[in-house]
């Protein structure tokens, strides 16, 4: 069971973190991807962040702006976004792959064993 959280209404430029937690498996032995979908468009991986070492893939579009982080005490993953831009509104996933990321075929959705229900975010001026 995993539950995002922390979307919502930003303008261009401003921040958000989005949270993931996760319950009813070994969160310690997945790694988290994140996934989102915009309207009219198919679902994309933005990035992966394996468990062992903290190693992440990223899409282009997001690198430099987007960071994962983790707490495992509170079984919990985080997506931090900066400098957010209008093309970033979407539905975002977190997803639970075990146990690493796949390399450059972390974007397969089919190797993710558990999802989120998505959080919206939205950015506009």
């Known amino acids: 069971h995993v539950v995002e959280s922390g979307g919502g209404f930003v303008h261009p430029g401003d921040s958000l973190r989005l949270s993931c937690t996760a319950s009813?498996?070994?969160?310690?032995?997945?790694?988290i991807g994140w996934f989102r979908q915009a309207p009219g468009k198919e679902r994309e991986a933005i990035l992966c962040?394996?468990?062992?070492?903290?190693?992440?893939f990223y899409v282009d579009s997001v690198k430099g702006r987007f960071t994962p982080s983790r707490d495992e005490a509170k079984n919990t993953a985080y997506l931090q976004m900066n400098n957010l831009k209008p093309e970033d509104t979407a539905v975002y996933y977190c997803?639970?792959?075990?146990?690493?990321?796949?390399?450059?075929?972390?974007?397969?959705?089919?190797?993710?064993?558990?999802w989120g229900q998505g959080t919206q975010v939205t950015v506009s001026s």
């Open positions: 997803a639970a792959t075990a146990p690493y990321c796949m390399g450059p075929y972390y974007h397969f959705a089919s190797l993710y064993n558990y």
């Open positions: 009813g498996f070994d969160w310690d032995l997945y790694s």
């Open positions: 962040s394996n468990s062992s070492d903290g190693s992440t």
